[in-house]
């Protein structure tokens, strides 16, 4: 059996759960619209030709100009329902920093106690770990904290975001980014994501592929389909 030296982890539903609804619920609570609208703006297209959340994975929004942007959305997404006095106008200009933060970040779940227990034993076996995410820098900061325990036992994370990538999943440039840190050779690494489209493009690179369900199944895949051992 091949030898796998090197496995890389999507991160957002395949190591740690998120809900995208909390984010709309939040911010619709606070604008009094339907979590729907909320969707609209984040989803609609600007004129730079990409939504909101594409520009910003890409690092293309720094966080400050994102808050200004989707305070000004909601207020044009009140007008446009309620006219220029609707319900909600005033809480959304008077949304502070810490608060739309705090909506902003709450989207991610607590990890499965078996994540943090798996990536160590991989680690003392002598794998090479890393990330490969589509992540904005406001949600790459908060994970770097909220998960510091599990995310410093990573070698690295590759995120859409950062300077030398702008790129994201399943495009070419990001996954070329990360497989170049780890000095592995393609044979010999695994990549593990939720999201079939992006377990397939790393097929012409060589490298292997795991569609992720559970923490369990993946970790059976490792074990089972290309004789990667987590010890006791």
């Keep these: 059996m091949l030898e796998i030296r090197a496995i890389l982890f999507d991160f957002g539903k395949t190591l740690i759960d998120y809900n995208l609804e909390l984010i709309a619920r939040g911010l619709a609570q606070v604008a009094r619209i339907a979590p729907e609208d909320v969707f609209y703006i984040l989803a609609r297209d600007e004129k730079r030709g990409r939504t909101l959340m594409d520009l910003h994975e890409r690092g293309l929004i720094v966080d400050e100009n994102l808050k200004t942007e989707v305070k000004c959305a909601l207020i044009e997404r009140v007008i446009a329902l309620r006219g220029k006095r609707g319900i909600g106008i005033g809480a959304i200009d008077g949304l502070s920093d810490e608060k739309f933060w705090e909506i902003w970040n709450e989207m991610f779940g607590p990890r499965d106690p078996l994540c943090e227990t798996y990536i160590k034993r991989l680690r003392d076996a002598g794998y090479y770990l890393g990330i490969i995410s589509n992540i904005n820098p406001a949600h790459k900061a908060f994970v770097l904290k909220r998960f510091k325990l599990l995310l410093d036992l990573l070698h690295d994370f590759t995120a859409s975001c950062d300077p030398d990538v ?67």
């Design 166 to 232: 702008q790129s994201r999943k399943p495009e070419a440039k990001i996954f070329r980014v990360a497989f170049s840190k780890s000095g592995v050779p393609p044979e010999q690494t695994i990549f593990v994501d939720d999201m079939p489209e992006n377990v397939k493009a790393v097929q012409p690179f060589g490298v292997h592929g795991i569609v992720a369900k559970t923490m369990s199944q993946i970790f059976a895949d490792l074990k089972y389909k290309y004789g990667v051992g987590v010890g006791a």
